[in-house]
């Protein structure tokens, strides 16, 4: 048995009948990566289906409007399916297959993660059900048609806040009664362990590649690395990189909405409170009573009311700081590097932008920050355009 | 001798196995839900689960999960049924109660700080769902110190030794999942159920309750065969929301209580 703990973070905060399952699930996980078979498997797909590496690019424009550090992105949105997503999609979905399970299950708010699982189901030849938000099922229906187009089947929950913690809620109960021939497909660095674990050991090819990017490009490691935080998974996978060297700073930056002060947004480590969620005890967004509070934010993919326990250990230990970034500078910073460099971002990783772009004008352009660009935008010209009409009004 | 000890002693000289039903505190709302446990208790009931609602209810089936929502809508919070628990345990010293919730809830609330309440007020134990055998120390310590039963759990699916080591470790009664699967009701393979209660027996010194998916005074009957308590839960909310005043569902519980307690009877 591993340590299944970060500090007081993590564990397994799971129902008994679900604790065979877990074990299982360690047991096939600590197997498959002893096994080179799994990992050339892996490293294929990824090379040739996903089209890894994915490139490091310096944003020589932005940089230079905000006269100060130089900022290099990391491209995941060039991926397959549009988002880092599938690099754990793809690893959790062949150790699936490994195990001789037949049907994926998977939660999902946005619905990227949805797409990635549909997709590795397709790919794989396996069954697939998502669950989602009934309240997310309208507002990504470009997403749930792309599922619906790759085989899937989307079961919308319409229960509680009928959002992602819900449809998480909802895929917990499925495995419970289905764990024989199914598998969870988690698709963050959250949920009961081994979940945290896998799902950053499969997102660190992000941060190994980005590490060895930098020295090739700028011939040193970065000074800060940029990420946005919303279960955590992107933060956790480029963070892997560059865990061993305290020299560079790491910043998860997490949905402030409204504002922290406004009470709608979703930063779990900014505005919340330890508790116990899915599985794992870390930040959480709840209520004095601890009933688990509905979020906000103008990015899906960023509202969720917990967030991965190796983040929440890590804020406390200082191995990494966690910042928060409003609607309205996220939108900025969509609009900006669209503008600039041609490249439009997805809502969630405008977020950790609009943070490089909020300090950069404080740097020499000597210092580099590396921003994760977890996902293009296409999936979100409706919010922003429907958030500028708001603001307009 | 403990109370819950004494409960099953007793239940074991009268030949029945112990009657424990869940209740969801708060639902519809808490005064009616306090009428509803003692309803419960004077139809026939052992023993009592407070279930203390969460909004996100992971092992449970819709049943409890909408009786949750309305609970919370409705303004229930821990404070307000350890205060009703109080009440009840005061009118009723000889019946057991099991405060039942989920993490989330007894942590915010702080693990020490409910153990040290619990039995102040009359309470006998606490079970919290989502803590598995791996992760019960924080709580299994404060309850321990205080004199608190923690209730383990057992599904289909522990291997047994895993169950034994369990068992080993477990204090007033081991609850036995009938199904792998969330709570509700549902038609029960029974004949497997007995053959797994036996199974758990046979290695077992704390007695054992068999819960999940009974819904009738038959499915009742059957485990009371072999289980020291059977446990209902989901079928008895479902009376609760039914249709008509709240007294007519009240006194539909009541006789479905006295049915079931009637049928915990074992057969000479
Ligand atoms: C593009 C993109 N980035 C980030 C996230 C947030 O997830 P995580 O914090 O796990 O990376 C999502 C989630 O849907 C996403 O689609």
Same mark, same amino acid.
């Given at each position: 048995?591993?340590?299944?703990?970060?500090?007081?973070?993590?564990?397994?905060?799971?129902?008994?009948?679900?604790?065979?399952?877990?074990?299982?699930?360690?047991?096939?996980?600590?197997?498959?990566?002893?096994?080179?078979?799994?990992?050339?498997?892996?490293?294929?797909?990824?090379?040739?289906?996903?089209?890894?590496?994915?490139?490091?690019?310096?944003?020589? $424009?932005?940089?230079?409007?905000?006269?100060?550090?130089?900022?290099?992105?990391? $491209?995941?949105?060039?991926?397959?399916?549009? +988002?880092?997503?599938?690099?754990?999609?793809?690893?959790?979905?062949?150790?699936?297959?490994?195990?001789?399970?037949?049907?994926?299950?998977?939660?999902?708010?946005?619905?990227?993660?949805?797409?990635?699982?549909?997709?590795?189901?397709?790919?794989?030849?396996?069954?697939?059900?998502?669950?989602?938000?009934?309240?997310?099922?309208?507002?990504?229906?470009?997403? /749930?048609?792309?599922?619906?187009?790759?085989?899937?089947? /989307?079961?919308? /929950?319409?229960?509680?806040?009928?959002?992602?913690?819900?449809?998480?809620?909802?895929?917990?109960?499925?495995?419970?009664?289905?764990?024989?021939?199914?598998?969870?497909?988690?698709?963050?660095?959250?949920?009961?362990?081994?979940?945290?674990?896998?799902?950053?050991?499969?997102?660190? /090819?992000?941060?190994?590649?980005?590490?060895?990017?930098?020295?090739?490009?700028?011939?040193?490691?970065?000074?800060?690395?940029?990420?946005?935080?919303?279960?955590?998974?992107?933060?956790?996978?480029?963070?892997?990189?560059?865990?061993?060297?305290?020299?560079?700073?790491?910043?998860?930056?997490? +949905?402030?909405?409204?504002?922290?002060?406004?009470?709608?947004?979703?930063?779990?480590?900014?505005?919340?409170?330890?508790?116990?969620?899915?599985?794992?005890?870390?930040?959480?967004?709840?209520?004095?009573?601890?009933?688990?509070?509905?979020?906000?934010?103008?990015?899906?993919?960023?509202?969720?009311?917990?967030?991965?326990?190796?983040?929440?250990?890590?804020?406390?230990?200082?191995?990494?700081?966690?910042?928060?970034?409003?609607?309205?500078?996220?939108?900025?910073?969509?609009?900006?590097?669209?503008?600039?460099?041609?490249?439009?971002?997805?809502?969630?990783?405008?977020?950790?932008?609009?943070?490089?772009?909020?300090?950069?004008?404080?740097?020499?352009?000597?210092?580099?920050?590396?921003?994760?660009?977890?996902?293009?935008?296409?999936?979100?010209?409706?919010?922003? $355009?429907?958030?500028?009409?708001?603001?307009? +009004? | 001798?403990?109370?819950?000890?004494?409960?099953?002693?007793?239940?074991?000289?009268?030949?029945?196995?112990?009657?424990?039903?869940? %209740?969801?505190?708060?639902?519809?709302?808490?005064?009616?839900?306090?009428?509803?446990?003692?309803?419960?208790?004077?139809?026939?009931?052992?023993?009592?689960?407070?279930?203390?609602?969460?909004?996100?209810?992971?092992?449970?089936?819709?049943?409890?999960?909408?009786?949750?929502?309305?609970?919370?809508?409705?303004?229930?919070?821990?404070?307000?049924?350890?205060?009703?628990?109080?009440?009840?345990?005061?009118?009723?010293?000889?019946?057991?109660?099991?405060?039942?919730?989920?993490?989330?809830?007894?942590?915010?609330?702080?693990?020490?700080?409910?153990?040290?309440?619990?039995?102040?007020?009359?309470?006998?134990?606490?079970?919290?769902?989502?803590?598995?055998?791996?992760?019960?120390?924080?709580?299994?310590?404060?309850?321990?110190?205080?004199?608190?039963?923690?209730?383990?759990?057992?599904?289909?699916?522990?291997?047994?030794?895993?169950?034994?080591?369990?068992?080993?470790?477990?204090?007033?009664?081991?609850?036995?999942?009938?199904? %792998?699967?969330?709570?509700?009701?549902?038609?029960?393979?029974?004949?497997?159920?007995?053959?797994?209660?036996?199974?758990?027996?046979?290695?077992?010194?704390?007695?054992?309750?068999?819960?999940?998916?009974?819904?009738?005074?038959?499915?009742?009957?059957?485990?009371?065969?072999?289980?020291?308590?059977?446990?209902?839960?989901?079928?008895?909310?479902?009376?609760?929301?039914?249709?008509?005043?709240?007294?007519?569902?009240?006194?539909?519980?009541?006789?479905?209580?006295?049915?079931?307690?009637?049928?915990?009877?074992?057969?000479?």
């Amino acid at each position: 048995m591993m340590n299944t703990h970060y500090g007081i973070y993590g564990g397994q905060y799971v129902a008994e009948t679900l604790m065979p399952a877990l074990t299982e699930l360690e047991q096939a996980y600590l197997e498959a990566k002893r096994d080179p078979e799994f990992h050339k498997e892996y490293q294929t797909l990824l090379k040739n289906y996903v089209g890894r590496e994915s490139p490091l690019y310096f944003a020589k $424009r932005l940089s230079q409007s905000l006269g100060g550090a130089s900022i290099y992105l990391k $491209r995941e949105d060039l991926n397959h399916t549009g +988002a880092h997503k599938i690099n754990n999609t793809i690893g959790q979905a062949l150790l699936a297959k490994h195990m001789g399970k037949t049907r994926l299950i998977a939660e999902t708010g946005a619905g990227m993660h949805g797409v990635a699982t549909a997709t590795v189901a397709a790919l794989l030849g396996m069954e697939c059900e998502v669950f989602m938000g009934s309240l997310d099922v309208q507002r990504q229906a470009v997403n /749930v048609e792309r599922m619906q187009t790759l085989g899937a089947k /989307v079961n919308p /929950v319409s229960e509680g806040s009928a959002t992602l913690k819900d449809a998480m809620n909802e895929a917990l109960r499925d495995w419970t009664a289905r764990f024989k021939d199914t598998f969870y497909l988690i698709g963050t660095v959250a949920g009961p362990y081994p979940y945290p674990m896998l799902v950053r050991d499969f997102q660190s /090819v992000i941060g190994e590649e980005a590490r060895q990017q930098c020295l090739d490009q700028t011939g040193r490691l970065p000074d800060q690395v940029i990420a946005c935080v919303g279960g955590g998974s992107n933060a956790m996978g480029i963070f892997a990189g560059f865990c061993d060297y305290p020299e560079v700073r790491l910043v998860g930056v997490e +949905a402030g909405g409204k504002g922290l002060d406004s009470g709608e947004h979703a930063a779990s480590i900014c505005g919340g409170k330890v508790g116990i969620l899915h599985g794992c005890k870390t930040y959480l967004l709840q209520n004095a009573d601890g009933q688990i509070t509905d979020t906000y934010s103008v990015s899906a993919g960023l509202d969720y009311p917990g967030v991965g326990p190796e983040h929440s250990f890590m804020a406390d230990s200082g191995e990494a700081h966690y910042v928060t970034v409003n609607d309205d500078d996220a939108i900025a910073a969509f609009d900006l590097l669209a503008r600039y460099e041609g490249i439009i971002p997805a809502l969630e990783s405008a977020h950790a932008l609009a943070y490089a772009i909020r300090i950069a004008a404080d740097f020499p352009a000597t210092t580099t920050f590396l921003v994760n660009l977890s996902g293009r935008g296409d999936k979100d010209m409706d919010t922003v $355009r429907k958030f500028k009409q708001e603001q307009g +009004a | 001798m403990n109370k819950l000890q004494k409960i099953f002693t007793r239940c074991c000289q009268e030949n029945r196995a112990a009657l424990i039903i869940f %209740c969801s505190c708060g639902y519809p709302d808490m005064e009616s839900s306090e009428q509803a446990i003692e309803t419960a208790i004077n139809a026939g009931a052992d023993i009592i689960e407070l279930g203390v609602p969460f909004s996100d209810p992971m092992a449970d089936g819709s049943i409890i999960r909408k009786a949750s929502e309305v609970a919370i809508r409705n303004g229930a919070t821990l404070p307000k049924i350890l205060d009703m628990a109080e009440r009840l345990s005061k009118r009723h010293p000889e019946t057991g109660f099991i405060l039942f919730s989920y993490m989330n809830i007894l942590y915010n609330y702080g693990l020490e700080k409910i153990c040290r309440k619990l039995p102040e007020i009359g309470l006998d134990g606490i079970l919290a769902v989502d803590l598995p055998l791996e992760e019960k120390e924080e709580l299994a310590k404060p309850c321990q110190e205080n004199g608190l039963h923690l209730i383990a759990l057992v599904s289909p699916a522990t291997p047994l030794e895993r169950a034994r080591k369990i068992m080993s470790e477990a204090s007033g009664f081991v609850y036995s999942i009938n199904v %792998c699967g969330v709570t509700g009701v549902r038609d029960l393979q029974q004949q497997e159920i007995v053959e797994h209660l036996a199974v758990l027996k046979a290695h077992s010194t704390v007695p054992i309750a068999a819960g999940f998916g009974i819904n009738d005074a038959q499915a009742a009957q059957r485990l009371s065969q072999i289980a020291d308590g059977v446990i209902v839960g989901s079928a008895f909310i479902k009376i609760l929301s039914g249709k008509g005043e709240f007294s007519q569902r009240l006194e539909a519980a009541r006789e479905f209580i006295a049915d079931l307690a009637k049928n915990v009877r074992r057969q000479p």
